[in-house]
């Protein structure tokens, strides 16, 4: 059973600073491309970032290039997003997401998601 936890989200000032963590279980992790996605209330689910399987290759949305950095640590079975510099623009539900091997920035080819961690910036 596939099963990815994400964890981090909260409160936080504009300019502030955050990591969420995504704990994976059920699945070979190290031979599966990570990304995180966001959706804020009345919008649809939209890349933020991504990793490769083997860690050498990330991508960004262009709003958070600069500002965000993605890494993971596969002998713990587990990708973050370090958060920097946050905006209320960035304020939605974080989702961590896995697809076999190779990444994406589509929604639809990530079969497996977590359940999401709220992220609110504001002062």
């Known amino acids: 059973q596939v099963q990815l936890v994400e964890s981090g989200g909260g409160l936080v000032q504009p300019g502030g600073s955050l990591k969420l963590s995504c704990a994976a279980s059920?699945?070979?992790?190290?031979?599966?491309?990570m990304g995180w996605f966001r959706q804020a209330p009345g919008k649809e689910r939209e890349f933020v970032s991504a990793i490769s399987w083997r860690g050498g290759s990330t991508d960004y949305t262009d709003s958070v290039k600069g500002r965000f950095a993605i890494s993971r640590d596969n002998a713990r079975n587990t990708v973050y997003l370090q958060m920097n510099g946050l905006t209320p623009e960035d304020t939605a539900v974080y989702y961590c997401?896995?697809?076999?091997?190779?990444?994406?920035?589509?929604?639809?080819?990530?079969?497996?998601w977590g359940q999401g961690t709220q992220v609110t910036v504001s002062s």
């Open positions: 059920g699945f070979t992790f190290s031979m599966y491309a």
């Open positions: 997401a896995a697809r076999f091997r190779v990444a994406s920035t589509s929604v639809e080819d990530y079969p497996y």
